[in-house]
Each structure stands twice: as structure tokens, then as C-alpha cells.
């Protein structure tokens, strides 16, 4: 088990050089959703950047269209002439051209600590939790733009009405989304950090909740003086460090449902595809519609509109006015199409919370038709550790398929595959269908799809890949010849 907020292959507290220092930087994985996005921050900043991948991608195009040499495979000799290596977590240490600048002496940053070189002297607005952090980092940019305020931002996925996951603005915030996985959420040192909720996840790392909110609470300390801690209130969780963060001296803000948050969420209104509520603030208040469905994104758009307004000093009618035209980012609820009256949508949801709240909010925008889906699990850590979780989540669906698990940086563990899941499920009463292949699972929900139907595709591996090939069938489907 990995000590309290301590990486052993990166030290998160360590004073990074300014970006003009940086030289030829290299990125090993730069075609990953959040690499790619830094990757451009480099290039724009003009730096040489160079980069490998393990396979051509819509992001690896994006990335030569922007002047970046992108090769495909690794090689030692791609770290020959560069001053800087960019990896994430999960690139291993036997990675030839990691290796090789271990062994060279060559700076070697995580993804983390080069995107907070990127940020240079700005505000930074970092937002993290288990839950919400990219959509609610995109709200955060999305209603910092409509007011006027011009941000910087670098997200894990791109904004739909954007296209993209970064970019350098005029104004003085940048925002990020600051991931807790690996504890590299502490090289940020936010003057703005948001907490949308605590919960457990990331076990393999962490070993237990306690550590993963001691992470947390490390997070918040790293907040400097006259900062401020913007924190869900209706999450234990997030509750709990926000007390202990306003214990140690630090600004915090609260927000949710909840009767004590600072910001209270009044006259809820949830409609399939959004929702509507009156945000009140002491003896200010502002109404506030989105398009996103289910209560969580609601507030998400809450904790956006508190960044911006008590954060920031944004008109908040401006800010809820921008939040009201958001039309979220790429796998997070994203309609890849529509086949005879039934939707398919592509969600990135992979712990157990994100998937519960998505077949919620699937089950209010289909109304009267049904919730089908594919499920692909995202580590064998986390599926046996939540596959109970996982189960109470997806029973809310008329149909589950699952494929096996997506180990993408573990290997195989004895007993752990979707199997686990499937148990759980019909021990709630629920039932879900075990395939190998994608093909099997694309014809197993078209073959049962109906118009009125919601069809999703849900996990953070491949199987964002079955939404075209679904698309089709349900086109044959209903072809009668």
C-alpha cells in the first residue's frame, strides 16, 4: 500500500522550472485525452514538442495538423536530443524511452507537473473529486468564457462546443482538472480548488478510504493564503474536508442541497434532458437551467457558478447565462446518434458512483422507453473491490451486457472478471448478459432495441468504439429487406 500522498516515482513537491525552461519535451502516450491537451499547450507556448503513441488516433492527427512530430511505437533513440519527458502513471518504468532518460539524466516530469508549468503566474482554478471533475472543470470554463473573463483550460476531454480539451486564453484563470488517482492533484497549489465529492476509488493506489482522504486533505492544504476550498456539501466526503479545511484557516465555500451549504440549491426542477433550481448565497440568489441531465450535474453547474461569482468576482446572471448554453464535453453523456427513435449515447463512467448517477440520468431522459446497456469494467482492482457497487448501480437499467474487464495498467487477478458483477446483479434480482467479443454485445442490445429506446456504451477502456458499429445494427435492424 502506497504511504499517505507519497508517489514513488514522482515527488509532487518539488519546485518545477518555468515553462521557457523546459527545451525539446517529449511525451511518451500523447495521443491519451489529457496528454494530447498538454502536449498542445507546449506547442502553442513555442516549444519544440515531439511525442509517441501506441496507435493513430483522432488526437494524434489533431496533434501533427498542429505542428507536432507524432510517432507511432516506442523507441530509446526518441529521447535523443530532448531536455524534457512527459509521462503519466501509467506508463511503465520499463518503457525504452523512459528508461533511457532515467538513464540519461534527462528531466523526467509527470503529466500533472507539466501542465502546472503551463499555467505559469495565473489563478489557478483546479477542480478534482471521484465524481464530476471533468464536466464540472468544463462548466468552471465554460461559464469563466460566457462572462467574459477568457480562461485558459486544460480538461480530460474535450469541450463539444469547442472541440477541444485546451487552450491558452487572455484572462488571468486558469482552470484544470486535477486528478486524485496517483496524488498528483498536490503539484497544482491552486489559489481556487474544488472538491466535488470524496468517496473511495483508486484503491490500488491509495489501499484504503482513510488515505485517499488524507490525499485530499494534503490537496487542500496545498491552497495558499487567501485562497479559497469550494466544496460539495451534500457529499460526507467533501463535507468532512471542508470542516477540517475551515478548521486549518482556510476560505471555504460550500455548496448543494443541504440546509447549512453557503450556497444552497432551492426549488429544484429535474426534466429528462436538464434541470432548473434557484442558487441563493446569503441574501443574493440567482436562477440557474442546464441542459445536462440529472440532479449531479446540476451541481456541478452550481459549484462552476460559485467559482466564477465568489471565486472569480463574475456577474453570476453571466455566469448562469453561459452554464445554461453548456452542451457538455466528449464521453460524458454524449450522443453519438439516433437509429429508428432509439438514442445511443457514449458515457465515460467507471467507478461504481459515476455509474450509478448515469443509468439515473439515462432512466429520466428515456422516460417511457428503455435503459440498455454495455458495460465494459475498468480495472480488475476495482471490480473486485466494487463489484457489489457496480451491481446496485446498473440494476436501474432494463439491460445489462457486460464485457470483460479493460485491465489497461494491471494484470490479470485470479477470480476478478465481469462475472463478479453479473453475481451481484442477480442477487439484487437483476440479470445482465456475459459476452466476449464487441460484436456479441452490439447484437445482443440491437436485437432488443426498440424506438423510445436509450442505448448506451459506458467504461473508460475500448468501448467507446461499439457506439458506430451499434449505430449500424440498429440500422439493419430495422431494414427490412
Given at each position: 500500500?502506497?504511504?499517505?500522498?507519497?508517489?514513488?516515482?514522482?515527488d509532487?513537491?518539488?519546485?518545477?522550472?518555468?515553462?521557457?525552461?523546459?527545451?525539446?519535451?517529449?511525451?511518451?502516450?500523447i495521443?491519451?485525452?489529457?496528454?494530447?491537451?498538454?502536449?498542445?499547450?507546449?506547442?502553442?507556448?513555442?516549444?519544440?514538442?515531439t511525442?509517441?503513441?501506441?496507435?493513430?488516433?483522432?488526437?494524434?492527427?489533431?496533434?501533427?495538423?498542429?505542428?507536432?512530430?507524432?510517432?507511432?511505437?516506442?523507441?530509446?533513440?526518441?529521447?535523443?536530443?530532448?531536455?524534457?519527458?512527459?509521462?503519466?502513471?501509467?506508463?511503465?518504468?520499463?518503457?525504452?524511452?523512459?528508461?533511457?532518460?532515467?538513464?540519461?539524466?534527462?528531466?523526467?516530469?509527470?503529466?500533472?507537473?507539466?501542465?502546472?508549468?503551463?499555467?505559469?503566474?495565473?489563478?489557478?482554478?483546479?477542480?478534482?473529486?471521484?465524481?464530476?471533475?471533468?464536466t464540472?472543470?468544463?462548466?468552471?470554463?465554460?461559464?469563466?468564457?460566457?462572462?467574459?473573463?477568457?480562461?485558459?483550460?486544460?480538461?480530460?476531454?474535450?469541450?463539444?462546443?469547442?472541440?477541444?480539451?485546451?487552450?491558452?486564453?487572455?484572462?488571468?484563470a486558469?482552470?484544470?482538472?486535477?486528478?486524485?488517482?496517483?496524488?498528483?492533484?498536490?503539484?497544482?497549489?491552486?489559489?481556487?480548488?474544488?472538491?466535488?465529492?470524496?468517496?473511495?476509488?483508486?484503491?490500488?493506489?491509495?489501499?484504503?478510504?482513510?488515505?485517499?482522504?488524507?490525499?485530499?486533505?494534503?490537496?487542500?492544504?496545498?491552497?495558499?493564503?487567501?485562497?479559497?476550498?469550494?466544496?460539495?456539501?451534500?457529499?460526507?466526503?467533501?463535507?468532512?474536508?471542508?470542516?477540517?479545511?475551515?478548521?486549518?484557516?482556510?476560505?471555504?465555500?460550500?455548496?448543494?442541497?443541504?440546509?447549512?451549504?453557503?450556497?444552497?440549491?432551492?426549488?429544484?426542477?429535474?426534466?429528462?434532458?436538464?434541470?432548473?433550481?434557484?442558487?441563493?448565497?446569503g441574501?443574493?440568489?440567482?436562477?440557474?437551467?442546464?441542459?445536462?441531465?440529472?440532479?449531479?450535474?446540476?451541481?456541478?453547474?452550481?459549484?462552476?457558478?460559485?467559482?466564477?461569482?465568489?471565486?472569480l468576482?463574475?456577474?453570476?446572471?453571466?455566469l448562469?447565462?453561459?452554464?445554461?448554453?453548456?452542451?457538455?464535453?466528449?464521453?460524458?453523456?454524449?450522443?453519438?446518434?439516433?437509429?429508428?427513435?432509439?438514442?445511443?449515447?457514449?458515457?465515460?463512467?467507471?467507478?461504481?458512483?459515476?455509474?450509478?448517477?448515469?443509468v439515473?440520468?439515462?432512466?429520466?431522459?428515456?422516460?417511457?422507453?428503455?435503459?440498455?446497456?454495455?458495460?465494459?469494467p475498468?480495472?480488475?482492482?476495482?471490480?473486485?473491490?466494487?463489484?457489489?457497487?457496480?451491481?446496485?448501480?446498473?440494476?436501474?437499467?432494463?439491460?445489462?451486457?457486460?464485457?470483460?474487464?479493460?485491465?489497461?495498467?494491471?494484470?490479470?487477478?485470479?477470480?476478478?472478471?465481469?462475472?463478479?458483477?453479473?453475481?451481484?446483479?442477480?442477487?439484487?434480482?437483476?440479470?445482465?448478459?456475459?459476452?466476449?467479443?464487441?460484436?456479441?454485445?452490439?447484437?445482443?442490445?440491437?436485437?432488443?432495441?426498440?424506438?423510445?429506446?436509450?442505448?448506451?456504451?459506458?467504461?473508460?477502456?475500448?468501448?467507446?468504439?461499439?457506439?458506430?458499429?451499434?449505430?449500424?445494427?440498429?440500422?439493419?435492424?430495422?431494414?427490412?429487406?
Amino acid at each position: 500500500m502506497t504511504s499517505l500522498v507519497v508517489n514513488p516515482r514522482f515527488d509532487f513537491t518539488v519546485e518545477l522550472p518555468p515553462l521557457a525552461r523546459a527545451g525539446a519535451v517529449h511525451f511518451i502516450g500523447i495521443g491519451g485525452s489529457g496528454m494530447s491537451g498538454i502536449a498542445h499547450l507546449f506547442a502553442s507556448a513555442g516549444l519544440t514538442v515531439t511525442g509517441c503513441d501506441g496507435a493513430e488516433s483522432d488526437a494524434v492527427a489533431g496533434l501533427r495538423a498542429a505542428g507536432v512530430a507524432v510517432t507511432i511505437g516506442h523507441d530509446a533513440a526518441h529521447v535523443d536530443g530532448v531536455h524534457t519527458l512527459v509521462v503519466s502513471s501509467a506508463i511503465p518504468e520499463t518503457n525504452p524511452e523512459l528508461a533511457a532518460a532515467r538513464a540519461r539524466g534527462i528531466r523526467v516530469l509527470h503529466r500533472a507537473q507539466a501542465l502546472a508549468m503551463s499555467m505559469g503566474d495565473r489563478v489557478r482554478v483546479a477542480v478534482a473529486g471521484a465524481n464530476g471533475k471533468t464536466t464540472t472543470s468544463a462548466m468552471v470554463a465554460t461559464a469563466l468564457l460566457g462572462a467574459g473573463l477568457d480562461p485558459s483550460y486544460a480538461i480530460g476531454s474535450p469541450l463539444v462546443a469547442t472541440g477541444v480539451s485546451s487552450t491558452i486564453g487572455a484572462g488571468r484563470a486558469f482552470v484544470v482538472e486535477a486528478d486524485e488517482s496517483d496524488s498528483s492533484f498536490l503539484t497544482y497549489h491552486p489559489h481556487i480548488a474544488v472538491v466535488t465529492n470524496v468517496q473511495p476509488d483508486h484503491l490500488d493506489f491509495y489501499g484504503d478510504f482513510a488515505h485517499v482522504e488524507e490525499a485530499y486533505a494534503a490537496f487542500a492544504a496545498t491552497i495558499p493564503a487567501g485562497g479559497l476550498l469550494v466544496a460539495g456539501a451534500d457529499d460526507p466526503g467533501s463535507a468532512r474536508l471542508a470542516a477540517r479545511a475551515a478548521a486549518a484557516g482556510t476560505r471555504v465555500l460550500t455548496y448543494g442541497e443541504s440546509y447549512d451549504a453557503d450556497v444552497r440549491i432551492e426549488d429544484v426542477i429535474l426534466t429528462g434532458a436538464g434541470g432548473a433550481a434557484r442558487v441563493v448565497a446569503g441574501d443574493q440568489g440567482v436562477d440557474l437551467r442546464i441542459a445536462a441531465p440529472g440532479r449531479h450535474n446540476l451541481a456541478n453547474a452550481v459549484a462552476a457558478l460559485t467559482v466564477g461569482w465568489f471565486g472569480l468576482g463574475a456577474d453570476p446572471a453571466a455566469l448562469a447565462k453561459a452554464l445554461e448554453s453548456f452542451v457538455g464535453t466528449r464521453r460524458r453523456f454524449e450522443v453519438k446518434g439516433t437509429v429508428r427513435g432509439i438514442t445511443v449515447v457514449d458515457d465515460y463512467a467507471h467507478n461504481a458512483p459515476k455509474v450509478a448517477a448515469l443509468v439515473s440520468a439515462a432512466r429520466a431522459v428515456a422516460g417511457d422507453g428503455a435503459v440498455r446497456l454495455v458495460f465494459q469494467p475498468h480495472l480488475y482492482s476495482r471490480t473486485r473491490d466494487f463489484a457489489a457497487q457496480f451491481a446496485a448501480g446498473l440494476a436501474g437499467a432494463d439491460q445489462v451486457v457486460l464485457l470483460p474487464v479493460y485491465g489497461a495498467r494491471e494484470q490479470p487477478m485470479p477470480g476478478v472478471d465481469s462475472h463478479l458483477i453479473a453475481e451481484a446483479l442477480a442477487a439484487l434480482g437483476s440479470t445482465a448478459e456475459l459476452v466476449e467479443r464487441p460484436e456479441q454485445a452490439v447484437a445482443a442490445l440491437a436485437r432488443r432495441a426498440q424506438p423510445g429506446d436509450l442505448v448506451l456504451t459506458v467504461g473508460a477502456g475500448d468501448v467507446t468504439r461499439l457506439a458506430p458499429a451499434l449505430l449500424a445494427a440498429l440500422a439493419m435492424e430495422g431494414d427490412p429487406s
